[in-house]
């Protein structure tokens, strides 16, 4: 795309919507995505949230009179309108060149002419097929054989190719209106949901946000407001960065510890704000910080965790004008709902799993309300300059990776090849938190005797990051080696003026 005179938006929605036929399991058409686009000559990044709401008929009382007694993590339930679509479309109006047709063209060729699906997603493919072999239009279409593809093996989705050519010719109507909502609505009745094609169709799209800021260690720290856990990676640098740490391995402990509360705030108060009043003003406020950071002691503390795995794309763009585009992409768990829509080729997101039904709650399941979010695009700035841009894929592990990753680059001076590839630990629940090999012997025992509950942690649930990062008048690529991704330099390698 950049290649094509394309910019960076550009540039990152094609990648998506390439991710979105190549890696279907993690992201999707029937997901949501969200984008901090970075202008050419401006001070600051713009945020969009591409996050859809649920139905119009949804409510915990008919969802418990449907016999669920909790938020269920599959199913009809947990489909809400699915905001990727709108949100690239947005993107390009504001911050392309090329136009949809032109960026949706790879996606499209990919999808009829097939693709060879790659190591690490042949593995998540085969490990989330359980959760559509019950579905007959998913397993139709992504277990066409009886079981997920083989690494090298050809795929292809010839329905999806047809839905994005559709999108391609009609721009978001196409998608929101018509049979494709038609035929989603039809699929999520089907599966017992209240979501219906007049929500898809009422709902007003993608909304540009101001995004939220915090500076550590000279940097300006970029994340959208909520839905989103964005305040988690702030809060967590703001905690971080009051305490003084005598040595590497209490560095590590102060560091989760702050993450743990960070956490038990987001737990708390993260929630829709169109519908919900979040307090991130005065969760990031310094009496806050400070009072978090005199919490934290010598032990570890006992502190519910923030949830479990889920899969998403991430997608960094720069491009010779000085554009940037940080985007995030998701189903939210493999095959998102696990429910499949005929004729179109595509799952369904589940995340609408992310509300609550606790009465009071802000975060209390309601119809037309959106629920707490995962994924989180960053962006970094340096007296308003622009930096870099961040995102680390992983559900909870995504403000643990990007907090560990900006230490890493800005405590202790490691390359961005260097901080990506590095050892991470992951915060799993009250005390226990899983370490992966190599992340060093002396400081997981300083940690234990500290009071953490030590474990394993395997690298599919260790997060998976991309980033790029000015340096000087240089910018260096970096793709973490956990997954198939890379850092791709465009053969127009002269940046025409200063990124800003």
Known sequence: MLEDGGTAVDAAVAAAAVLCVVEPDATGVGGDAFALHWPPGARRPLGLDGAGPTGSAASVESLRAAGHAEMPRSGGWTITVPGAVDAWTTLLERGGRLGLRHVLEPAIGHAVDGFAVTPVIAGEWAAHAGRIEHDEAARATFLADGRAPRAGETFRNPELGRLLRAIAAGGPDAFYRGEPAERIGAAVEAAGGPLRASDLARWPGAVWVEPLSHTFR??????????GQGVVVLEALGIFGRLDGADRAEEEHHAIEALKLAFADASAHLADPLLERVPVDALLSDAHLDDRAARIGPRAAAIAGPGRASDTVYVAAVDGQGGACSLIQSLYSGFGSGV????????????????VLDEGHPNRLAAGKRPFHTIIPAMLASQGDFLGCLGVVGDFMQPQGQMQILRHVLDHDLSLTEALAAPRARFLDHRAIGLEAGYGREIGEELQRRGHTIGDLDSSLAGGAQAILR??????????????????????RSIPRPLR
Do not use: M, W, Y
């Open 218 to 227: 000279h940097v300006e720290v970029f994340e959208l407001p909520p839905p």
């Open 340 to 355: 499949g829509v005929a004729g179109l080729g595509i799952t369904l997101q589940n995340r609408g799993a992310g509300f």
């Open 471 to 492: 340096d000087r008048d240089e910018l260096r690529g970096a793709s973490d080696p956990r997954k198939d991704g890379c850092a791709l330099p465009s053969r127009l």
